[in-house]
């Protein structure tokens, strides 16, 4: 039987923190869409991209990690893999979001935000493992730098996979198909490699924190919301004001007082 490259309990924390991605990733604006969409429908393809992001985790392992750790490969061979992979992801997410009965429900923003977590959510755990190898790189190894420095590769790699899915999915409810997979590509393989070298050399992430920190607020406030009719774009605002009025109602009340109500 082949060994686990590390403890199993440490493999135990790396996927878990990985998956602490998609809690953080579900934060927002897509928390508050339960009823403007069918929510079942995002936890499915949550599951597609789980899946998905294991097996291009195991892609981007043997073909670009590898590579980077042996030497072998140069910049220019290493970001042509990259593509290719990314290419493959941006193609499943077409071939996901594109079906009908998503595009009939115009949910292809909101399903396209889960999917992209769940990509995100494997390739983060599978390089949270590489991370904490100790034989993998010099400054590699389970330790508390490597644990936070792991969290932060996390929530960048969740939300990057999540905002560049969204937006291809706000495209496709614009009848906008084939040239947001080029694009998406591009920002997928630079996502790729901009993580997979933190782990060799972690302030790298630099290169894509902030993209993927601007990237947060169109997404939350344009694209997740793409898909919205006029109508219940108007009522799930008027939702989000009406929580606000009540929870600065409930923050301020005196306990013991009934919550003054509009209704």
Avoid at 42 to 63: E, P, R
Avoid at 88 to 113: H, K, M, N, Q, T
Avoid at 232 to 240: C, E, F, I, S
Wanted: hydrophobic letters at 50%.
């Amino acid at each position: 039987m082949a060994e686990a490259p590390i403890e199993m309990w440490e493999m135990q924390v790396a996927f878990a923190i990985g998956l602490l991605g998609i809690y953080v990733g579900w934060r927002g604006t897509i928390a508050k869409m339960t009823g403007f969409y069918d929510l079942s429908g995002a936890v499915k393809t949550l599951l597609y991209g789980i899946i998905a992001g294991v097996l291009a985790a195991s892609a981007i392992d043997v073909l670009i990690l590898t590579e980077v750790r042996t030497g072998t490969q140069n910049i220019i061979s290493l970001s042509a893999i990259a593509l290719v992979i990314a290419l493959a992801e941006s193609s499943f997410s077409l071939f996901v979001l594109g079906r009908s009965r998503i595009v009939g429900l115009r949910a292809c923003a909101p399903y396209g935000w889960t999917l992209g977590l769940g990509f995100g959510a494997m390739r983060s755990a599978h390089l949270n493992v590489r991370l904490f190898d100790p034989v993998v790189w010099e400054g590699t190894g389970f330790g508390v730098p490597n644990i936070v420095l792991a969290c932060v590769l996390t929530v960048i790699t969740c939300i990057g996979h999540a905002s560049i899915t969204t937006w291809q999915g706000s495209r496709i409810i614009e009848n906008s198909r084939f040239r947001p997979i080029i694009y998406g590509s591009i920002a997928r393989s630079a996502l790729i490699l901009s993580t997979l070298l933190a782990v060799f050399f972690p302030p790298t992430l630099a290169l894509v924190a902030p993209i993927v920190a601007w990237s947060w607020f169109p997404a939350q406030e344009s694209w997740l919301p793409s898909g919205l009719t006029p109508a219940a774009r108007q009522a799930y605002r008027r939702t989000l004001r009406q929580a606000e009025i009540n929870k600065t109602r409930a923050d301020s009340r005196i306990r013991g007082k009934l919550v003054e109500s509009d209704e």
